[in-house]
């Protein structure tokens, strides 16, 4: 966590994003990997078939 003290907010996203991509890198360095958001559903019949839709 950091703070940014300054009231500009583009030098602030600027600056965020320097520090960012500089601890991407280090992790890089290092052989790290992120891992992706991934979401997993899982459903439950209720033992019902359906049916064909009526036409």
Do not use: C, H
């Not at 991509?21 to 890089?28: D, P, T, V």
């Amino acid at each position: 966590v950091y703070y940014i003290d300054n009231r500009d907010y583009t030098l602030a996203m600027d600056i965020q994003q320097s520090i960012n991509l500089s601890i991407m890198r280090k992790f890089e360095e290092q052989g790290i990997e992120f891992a992706f958001p991934s979401q997993t559903l899982y459903l439950e019949g209720n033992g019902i078939s359906a049916g064909a839709a009526p036409s």
